[in-house]
């Protein structure tokens, strides 16, 4: 994946360093939120009924700490990638029984043929580095957290 569709899917105003909620729906929610308040998502209720239908087939824990919740719908106008940290942990249920600490949240079009595959496998690839979880971890604006991923994920 190029710089520019990094740039694209992954920008400062769908970070949040803010403690978000702390149950597995908020935090979704409050994701979504993200992408809604930047004008990512064309549809709220679609987006969360298909974020919440996809989290119910599946947890989207990771494991090392990561949750991706992520679907494909009619909800959202654009490929992106929402952001969150959480000091305590969120039980995704990852295979490992770790909290997820670091919280992505992908959307991507109905239409967007099998991008978020490729997007959620990039992103996955690059969060399984100890480095870049720990830069994640310590970022101290949302600029610096873009410039983590993108350069894990280029």
Request: no cysteine; glycine share 6%.
């Amino acid at each position: 994946m190029d710089e520019d569709t990094i740039d694209r899917i992954v920008s400062p105003e769908l970070v949040s360093l803010e403690e978000p909620p702390a149950n597995k729906d908020a935090v979704i929610e409050h994701l979504l939120d993200l992408a809604v308040d930047a004008g990512r998502v064309s549809d709220r209720e679609q987006a969360l009924a298909d974020l919440l239908e996809r989290e119910a087939e599946t947890s989207t824990g990771v494991g090392k700490g990561i949750g991706i919740p992520h679907a494909k719908t009619a909800g959202a106008a654009e490929p992106t990638i929402a952001f969150t940290r959480s000091s305590e942990g969120i039980d995704f249920g990852a295979p490992d029984g770790e909290p997820a600490t670091l919280l992505f949240m992908i959307l991507v079009p109905e239409a967007g043929s099998d991008e978020h595959l490729e997007i959620l496998s990039s992103l996955s690839r690059a969060l399984m580095n100890d480095e870049v979880r720990d830069d994640l971890h310590t970022a101290e604006s949302p600029k610096e957290v873009t410039t983590v991923l993108t350069n894990a994920i280029t």
